[in-house]
RNA sequence: GGCCCCGUAGCUCAGCUGGAUAGAGCAUCGGAUUUCUAAUCCGACGGUCACAGGUUCGAAUCCUGUCGGGGUCACCA
């Protein structure tokens, strides 16, 4: 459970109590009551602003009415003492009593422990990654993914009814590109010399096996066909063997998608037609002629009429063009489509995860969700900022022009699944990232990644530990049932119960947030508590090591922490999905 | 020029959606190793939360403006 909604609820009981008395006016509005940690530890476990925020609407002093809350919270069995504090602060310690037993319902959950139902089964969908299928995926990319996965989990684990989904961009300019670049690729096979890649063409030679594989389906089929007759055969078996490779770099990095769709068949099923259709019998389409951006040069600006969409009717700059010059859709005028494609499968609420290079494409999507669903969709972008990669404090450049060019898939067999996925959440999503191949691989204190890893091997290897210690030593339920949990009295050994209690809260705030990087910052705190208790049973009182080779009840007691402890992590790093191992090789 | 994001310790960053004396890691300095794996721990040093106003019991957090850094700005996707 949420202890901290748990206490909230019992303060809200007291209000109500002190209505019922008469003793304050009915009818407060008690949405501003937070229940939090106290930022100081002395000040107990738990801190209300009850009484400040209800102070001046009760007519009485913030000090006197904590009083009378006061009064009432000590009767409550799992409050120790509460007293007032500060301009009006409540403060609560709550019974080691309270604290053994959410450790007991921390060991019977298992890696449940911290699911919760506040999405109350509602559906939401979330795009990620949707990178084109022009290339494989960098290391940008894997930004996206992570944040995107992490939250997908989160997400689910907090009570929601999550979809994962890509969209496929297969229907612009750009696939025909890639057909061409593919082409020549095949010609190549044949016998035929490049000197230079032609300016504009996809160069990369992730082509060169593609134009291969094709040479064994279709050998010389293609070679004296016209380019009408070539174009979409190898659009598609480009396009096709593009979304694999892909898919293959997302599987490495433990990324899945529930559903993929196709911008194309979305454009060829006429659902751009259907919304351009319905935004015109909304009055919120015109032909218009947009002014040139300012600050920005264009040598080959001409003015020209568009049809156009009135988004400055949703909270846009600017009108937006929905049809090409050359009268095809524009790429925003199908992503409409695709969005009330989303709607209409029942998804009222939509996360897009993107690139901070998107950042403008914000409120233009956000116009049209509202004009489409008529206010009854919500679509939530977080962007994601860009990944500096670097090697011992110097840039690499990522790009598909250079040789340098980055693929996820190199980064992913240096480094590993794990250190991947880790640091890309050790930064909120909204701030640009670092990601140096060598940190990441050190083996220390630096390295966040071996940190956490290294808290949960620990725990395992006590576990082991008390194995060889003692025969027939099983943490079976009936153990742990019977194992004297009050033994567990020092302060640092409540202190990680206290901490992995709040692994529920933390759970419910990343999800309410959409902050997966919480998740990253919560277990670095959880091992660091950990290590420290290690280390005092090591050093400065070994009376505190977890596994005590004359006292079998008070092994068993702390074997319940250790393992409770394992637990938590666990399920802390499968959020993430990082591999939470047992042994540190 | 418009819009979006960022500005917190020497460096890299958290800060639980407005709470009490602003926290970590790195770096620097000083300690702990016959280990339940030191891939760890303990201590010291270090801040005008960019700046100026405003909102209120209370601001790093919300609002306005200024400065600085990054991204983006028809037809591409």
Redo the contacts with the bound molecule.
Sequence with gaps: MNY?SYLRQKILEVLLKLEKDEVIPKGLNHS?I?V?????P???DL???AA??L??LAKLK?SDLAGLIIEHLTLLPEVNDAEA???????IRLSSNFWWDRLREIVADGTNYGNSDIGRGIPVNIEYVSA?PTGPLHVGHARGAVIGDALASILSKAGYNVTKEYYI???????DVLARSLYLRYQECHGAKIEQMPDGLYPGSYLVDIAKLLKEKDGDKWMSASEKEWLAPFRKFAIDAMMDLIREDLDLLGVRHDHFSS?RIMVEKGRVNEVVKFLEGQGLTYTGI?E?????K???????P?TLFRSTQFGD??D??I????G?????AS?MAYHLDKFKRGFFEMIDIM?????????RMDAAVNALTQGQGSLDVK?C??VNLMENGKSIKMSKRSGAFTKLRDVLDLVGKDVVRFIML???N?????FDLRKVME??????V??V???H??C???L???KEVFEKLELTPDAIEKAPLELLSDSGELLLIKQMA?WP??LE?AA????P??IA?YL??L??TF??????????D?S????TDNNKPLTLA?LVL?GALASVIASGLQVIGVEP?????
């Design positions: 901290f501003h937070t939090e940690f106290p930022r100081d002395k000040h107990g801190s209300t602003n400040l925020v102070a001046k913030p504090a500060g301009p009006g602060f409540i403060n084109n961009n297969d229907a612009g300019t750009q696939v911008e947009l040139a951006p300012k600050g920005k264009l040598d080959d600006w001409e003015e020209r568009q700059d600017i937006r063009p049809k090409k010059s050359d095809n859709w524009t790429y925003f992503d690139g901070a290079d998107h950042g403008g494409y914000i409120k962007l900022h860009m050790t930064r909120k909204d701030a640009p990232l670092d083996k220390s204190r630096d390295n966040p071996y940190y890893q290294y808290s091997a620990r395992h290897s006590v082991r530990h008390a709040a809260r933390t705030n309410e947030a959409r902050e990087h919480r910052y670095i705190e091992s660091g290590h420290a208790l290690w280390t005092k049973g090591a050093k400065e070994t505190l090591r977890f596994v702390r250790v191992v047992k042994e540190m090789k």
